[in-house]
Structures are given as structure tokens and as C-alpha cells.
């Protein structure tokens, strides 16, 4: 069958060297980006979502307490579906975004 070039959202690069040795890469440059668009984000912009994390914060809080609660189950929910999607790239291909990841999760 070959080798692998796309598995579970990640794309394999394959070098094979002269002398014998094979290096492999992989990214989830699509994902990323399929990601970044579904926020409405630009790759170098800057957010425009918070987060329950500000200095002198409790971490577990929402900062919108005037909201109704369906509102906030609905930013809960929308916050936890991002935390989820920074977890599979920090999981998969970027162990870089770990430490921000769990502080978030």
C-alpha cells in the first residue's frame, strides 16, 4: 500500500536519504487552519474570545456572570469545544501547545 500520507487529520512527509535513513514529518497544518477560520480568526491576528483565566482570577469562573444560563452553557460549551480542538493538536503533532492547553483545560 505504500506509505502513509494522510491518517486522522495528519499529513506524513517522508524523506528518504541517501545514505539509508528515512525521516518522517507531521503536521496538521489543515486542521490548524480549518480551525483558526471556524473561530473567524486570522492565523496572526489576535482573539477576540476571552477566557476564564485574568490575573487575580480564579481560573474555574466565566467572566460574563450577567449573562442568562442558557448563554453561559452555550459560552461553556463553545469554550470547552476550543479547549478540546488545542488539545488534539498539543496531543498529536504540537506537544509545544501543551502547557497553555491543560492551564486552559
Do not use: K
Amino acid at each position: 500500500m505504500g506509505p502513509v500520507s494522510h491518517y486522522l487529520g495528519i499529513e506524513f512527509s517522508w524523506i528518504f536519504h541517501p545514505d539509508g535513513h528515512l525521516s518522517v514529518s507531521l503536521t496538521q497544518q489543515s486542521f490548524a487552519e480549518s480551525f483558526i477560520h471556524s473561530l473567524d480568526l486570522s492565523p496572526t491576528g489576535s482573539s477576540p474570545y476571552s477566557t476564564p483565566y485574568h490575573s487575580g482570577m480564579s481560573i474555574d469562573t466565566l467572566p460574563h456572570q450577567d449573562l442568562l444560563a442558557p448563554a453561559q452553557d452555550q459560552l461553556r460549551l463553545q469554550y470547552l469545544s476550543i479547549v478540546g480542538s488545542l488539545n488534539w493538536l498539543a496531543h498529536t503533532t504540537r506537544p509545544d501547545l501543551s502547557m497553555v492547553v491543560s492551564l486552559l483545560a
